[in-house]
């Protein structure tokens, strides 16, 4: 069962039902949660071939109705998404330099529904497998600071890389998210095509045609049993660069956590209808 679907169920069994009135708001869990992800995959840096290090430390920032209706709930809510960050931590191999804390505050730029992560990384004289401490309420939040080893900056005094390997000897290829950041981008090898596909709650289904439509109905391209999904929801185009566009759903499609009408679509990207995830996918070959 993926991380996000056990935070799902999580959620649903704490205070007798309480979350699942609250989050019927636009902003909902599993989309900070996938937010969350995202930031440790897209801030993780790879220190030696043994450790990738990703923040512990991250502020949602919320529109004022969004904050108002979940900081009551802010502590149990800041704890589940601790312990989801934790969880896909041990599942990609990352670790922390201190205790994971994940924080609630209002912004009054942004509209209802719509939401930032900011993190960064603080190193900790406590070892991380001791047990977490509470963190403070919204209010109690640090302020980013500006400079560098702050909320959206790396660690402020990284280890150097390890050195060169001997001749002969070679190098260790490191995995996952981290290491296809460290890569130079290769150009698509000649003959090659690029493949296309989404994932929905672990099923892969291939897109082998330049659109495709997802809804409720069974007319749909891809079905989505989920009462939050409208009978043609939004459709895929695939393209150089791919597209989703929603095609006049009554709630609208949330990607890479932005409510929009349409949006480019990259490796990874994450579109929310309804309480549905897709992760849409591509890679040459």
């Not at 290090?53 to 969004?66: G, K, M």
């Not at 409720?216 to 929801?233: K, L, M």
């Not at 009554?250 to 349409?262: K, Y």
Request: net charge positive.
């Amino acid at each position: 069962m993926g991380v996000l679907k056990k935070f799902e169920q999580r959620l649903e069994g704490l205070v007798n039902g309480t979350f699942a009135k609250v989050f019927k708001s636009e902003v909902q869990p599993v989309e900070i949660a996938g937010a969350l992800q995202r930031e440790c995959d897209n801030n993780a840096t790879i220190w030696n071939r043994d450790r990738t290090v990703v923040p512990n430390d991250f502020i949602v920032e919320l529109s004022a109705p969004d904050y108002e209706r979940l900081a009551p709930y802010s502590g149990q809510l800041g704890d589940e998404l601790s312990g989801m960050v934790r969880d896909y931590a041990k599942q990609q191999r990352y670790t922390f330099m201190g205790p994971i804390k994940v924080h609630l505050e209002k912004a009054d730029d942004l509209d209802t529904g719509l939401y930032r992560v900011r993190s960064r990384t603080l190193a900790s004289s406590t070892s991380q497998d001791r047990p977490e401490q509470q963190h403070p309420g919204p209010a109690a939040a640090p302020r980013p600071p500006q400079a560098p080893g702050g909320y959206g900056y790396p660690p402020a005094a990284a280890p150097p890389m390890p050195s060169a390997p001997p001749p002969g000897r070679p190098a260790h290829a490191p995995s996952g998210p981290a290491a296809a950041a460290q890569r130079p981008a290769a150009g698509p090898m000649p003959g090659s095509r690029t493949r296309h596909w989404i994932e929905i709650n672990g099923t892969r289904h291939q897109i082998s045609r330049p659109t495709l439509v997802l809804g409720r109905s069974t007319e749909a391209d891809v079905r989505i049993d989920d009462p939050g999904v409208s009978r043609r929801h939004c459709e895929i185009r695939t393209g150089t660069p791919s597209t989703v566009a929603d095609l006049g759903s009554t709630n609208g499609i949330v990607v890479d956590g932005q409510h929009t009408t349409r949006a480019t679509l990259r490796d990874g990207s994450r579109i929310v209808v309804g309480s549905t995830t897709i992760v849409y996918r591509q890679a040459e070959g």
